[in-house]
């Protein structure tokens, strides 16, 4: 009985795969806010090193991985592909659960994928210090470990409603090195004003972001980093599909059905992108999106130009959008918070490769709790997402299917919000329809 398969470590991926120059249309271009044209790269610059921005708008179809990224990826790269038995004799399925490891990282998440190079690239071009935002804290955690590798500075604006649910992500961004405030904060002025607004604010990633890149562009040693959504961070999360890809070959499986949560788009992103040729060419294959019902974006969001932040301070994108100034309830899967998608994932969306379903967090609750119980682990409430939907695809499949599903990381960092759930004190909310409509009242009405 296999229950691992272990990619040899002179078989890890050293590209990257870039998806645009396969995609039948073409990705929409961000637009600049005022000119609503599309955004020249240079324009990118006070924000972004260049050589991300020249990621950013790459037709190239694979990207070397540089050597000194490599380096840091072996200290936990490549990643297990594990068969779930017990999950499947557990639910009386014939189908055939595998998940992608990605909590065995030094962040417990498959966030390093793209902090360890956003840090690389920062510091070749002389960048001293990077600020960032962070919802349950994976991504801070992820880009704090990185700039340590590089030797950089690295600030941490964490979603506040998260940064109180789970106050040991904050220790562990300080153990890396960083600094980390609840995001509205005092550092900024776009904080200070929400703060004057409502001092009680719970935040959201799209605040966090207003203030992490309020912070970059105002000093001239500090640039921004992302954790999702743009082009750039998906490119490098594609070496989780790609060793998945290897691994399944492997064990002489060909995947049916591909699985991941979703906020921001990124590590479902990461692991499907790979298989899109596969699926463009007529194969057989579902790739499966999930997300909160208190923040539903893809199921009930509207695919349009919107801000990425809530203080209007980043390029119009094209994506699934709940409206810039939406406010999502306190759920624990802080890292599903966010009110757009990803304009890859939006728009391959569109192409209608992807498909999406929304849950409650009990629901939620309930799925990581049946895999802690089986496999052992402890999921992340984002991760587990992605196994309540596994779970319920694998009861109706038929035998021998194969599915896939992104761990994206661990919840050893979530107790409290277990504790919450075991107390029978974990509420389900819902995001309503007349608050997503008066969210997206503030969109502009730019290019539908």
């Known amino acids: 009985m296999n229950h691992r398969i272990i990619l040899p470590e002179n078989e890890m991926p050293n590209k990257w795969y870039n998806v645009l120059p396969d ?117 801070g955690t992820a880009l704090s470990f990185a700039c340590k590798m590089f030797g950089l500075q690295c600030t941490v604006y964490m979603v506040r409603c998260s940064y109180e649910q789970k106050p040991y992500r904050g220790i562990l961004i300080r153990a890396y090195g960083a600094e980390v405030f609840p995001s509205p904060s005092e550092r900024t002025r776009f904080g200070r004003h929400l703060l004057e607004t409502d001092p009680h604010c719970g935040g959201s990633l799209g605040v966090a972001i207003s203030e992490a890149i309020e912070d970059a562009v105002s000093r001239g040693d500090t640039k921004y980093a992302l954790g999702s ?25 060909k995947p049916d059905i591909l699985i991941g949560c979703v906020g921001g788009g990124s590590n479902f992103a990461g692991l499907v992108l790979p298989f ?48 810039h100034n939406f406010f999502p309830p306190p759920i624990h899967s802080g890292g599903l918070r966010y009110h757009g998608e990803s304009p890859i994932l939006s728009h391959i969306a569109k192409l209608g490769l992807v498909e999406a379903r929304a849950y409650y967090q009990t629901e939620v609750f309930e799925a990581a709790m049946l895999f802690l119980q089986t496999e052992g682990f402890l999921p992340a ?68």
């Not at 060793?243 to 499986?253: D, N, R, S, V």
Request: proline letters at 10%; one cysteine or more; aromatic letters at 8%.
């Open 229 to 253: 959504v743009l082009n750039h961070v998906i490119l490098h999360q594609t070496i989780t599909g790609l060793e998945t890809k290897k691994q399944l070959e492997m064990a002489g499986e």
């Open 381 to 448: 409430p984002e991760t587990s997402h992605a196994i309540k939907a596994t779970i319920d695809i694998a009861r109706d499949a038929a035998p021998g299917t194969v599915i896939t599903f992104l761990y994206s990381g661990h919840g050893l960092l979530d107790l409290g919000a277990y504790d919450t759930y075991l107390r029978g004190d974990l509420k389900d909310e819902e995001y309503s329809a007349e608050d997503i409509q008066e969210a997206l009242k503030a969109c502009p009405n730019v290019g539908f």
């Open 23 to 139: 995609l039948p249309e073409p990705l929409p271009p961000p637009l600049h806010p005022e000119t609503l044209e599309p955004i020249e790269p240079e324009q990118l610059a006070p924000i972004f090193p260049m050589s991300l921005i020249e990621q950013e708008v790459s037709s190239m179809p694979w990207v070397p991985i540089p050597e000194p990224v490599m380096e840091v990826y072996r200290l936990y790269r490549p990643t297990p592909l594990v068969r779930a038995h017990r999950l499947e004799a557990a639910i009386g399925t014939r189908a055939k659960i595998y998940y992608k490891n990605e909590s065995v990282s030094p962040a417990g998440s498959h966030k390093p994928n793209t902090a360890i190079p956003q840090a690389y690239y920062n510091k070749t071009e002389g960048v001293r210090r990077i600020s960032t935002e962070t919802g349950a804290g994976q991504w």
């Open 276 to 323: 899109v040729p596969d699926k463009l060419s007529g194969k057989p294959m579902r790739f499966v999106a999930v997300e909160p019902q208190a923040c539903p974006t893809l199921t009930r969001g509207e695919y349009r130009y919107d801000y990425g932040d809530v203080a209007r301070l980043t390029p119009l994108l094209k994506m699934h959008t709940l409206g």
